[in-house]
């Protein structure tokens, strides 16, 4: 593929406690407030605290999930003093971030109760930029988060239908690293989270220096759908757990056949797919509300071209 030159990545986007008990971004983002700029940064970086509010009480949210207030409807919809704070924070955010001052990269940074490792989730799988920055963060064997497996999650899902805080970037993506309780930071985490971070905005600087970085392949998974814990037919509470030979095993193929949920009554429930796919967002805390057990996904190569700054074109 022949080289492409894209605009410099110039104003960036931080963002923390889009969930309010979601502390490794907390934590970070108050890190990052602390170093105020002086003028010299070769990048702009916003940093912003998403949900103050939720962050203080250390919820998820206050009123609704406010990761679900960025559709254009919502953003759109009139608002007023007895609108949800969320969807009424969604529109300030819209205007510092979006709309009105819109940033080239916005990276929010979430934790999950499940066993993903570094995700960076987004809804194009032809994002040259987001694309490149996991290709590096998966390049950079020798740091912190050596150990931590980096992987691209794509959600296809049109970007007039996104609904999610990154989508009003440029180019945005999720940042998103488990396993860890909610209300708690693990510091194994949040390094993780720090070094991915630094390891993306180092990126950032040398693109905008005008480095070229070499194309090749990134493993992209593609959501296919979510699976629903078993549920009782007259309570609709549910009716079994994550089987524990799934249990922590995100992204390691599912068969068909392969047990999928442990019955309370002892029953072993087997996954019926026809095709086998990636499980990830197991087990997930947070989603026990949405009527989500799981998310499946599709795995496949995509080809990446060399990309470099259009400034020096």
Same mark, same amino acid.
């Given at each position: ?34 170093? +105020? *700029?002086?003028?010299?940064? !070769? $990048? =702009? ?7 103050? #509010?939720?962050?203080? /009480? ?13 559709? +254009? *409807?919502?953003?759109?919809? !009139? $608002? =007023? ?7 009424? #924070?969604?529109?300030? /955010? ?220």
């Amino acid at each position: 593929m022949k080289a492409v030159a894209m605009p410099t990545v110039s104003r960036v986007a931080v963002c923390g406690g889009t969930h309010g008990n979601e502390l490794a971004g907390i934590y970070l983002v108050r890190e990052m407030l602390k170093k +105020r *700029a002086d003028g010299t940064e !070769p $990048v =702009s970086v916003v940093t912003v605290m998403s949900n103050p #509010r939720a962050a203080q /009480l250390c919820v998820r949210y206050v009123e609704t999930d406010l990761n679900r207030c960025f559709t +254009r *409807a919502a953003l759109s919809a !009139p $608002v =007023s003093e007895t609108s949800p704070y969320e969807m009424i #924070r969604s529109q300030e /955010l819209n205007a510092l971030l979006g709309a009105q001052r819109s940033v080239d990269l916005l990276c929010d940074l979430h934790n999950t109760t499940a066993n993903t490792g570094l995700c960076l989730i987004t809804y194009s799988d032809r994002d040259w930029i987001c694309l490149h920055i996991c290709k590096h963060l998966q390049a950079c064997t020798n740091t912190k988060m050596a150990s931590t497996p980096v992987r691209y999650v794509h959600f296809d899902i049109p970007l007039n239908e996104a609904y999610s805080l990154d989508s009003v970037g440029k180019h945005g993506f999720a940042m998103e690293i488990g396993p860890q309780p909610h209300g708690v930071v693990r510091s194994v985490i949040f390094s993780a989270m720090q070094e991915g971070v630094q390891l993306m905005m180092d990126w950032i600087c040398q693109f905008n220096s005008g480095t070229l970085f070499e194309g090749g392949w990134v493993d992209v998974y593609t959501m296919v759908k979510n699976i629903d814990y078993p549920r009782d037919s007259e309570t609709h509470m549910i009716s079994a757990a994550v089987h524990p030979d799934l249990q922590d095993r995100d992204f390691c193929l599912l068969h068909p056949g392969d047990p999928m949920f442990l019955c309370f009554s002892g029953e072993t429930l087997r996954y019926r797919g026809k095709e086998a796919l990636y499980p990830f967002f197991i087990n997930e805390g947070a989603y026990y509300e949405k009527g989500v057990a799981l998310s499946l996904a599709r795995k496949r190569r995509v080809q990446i071209p060399s990309v470099r700054s259009e400034t020096l074109r």
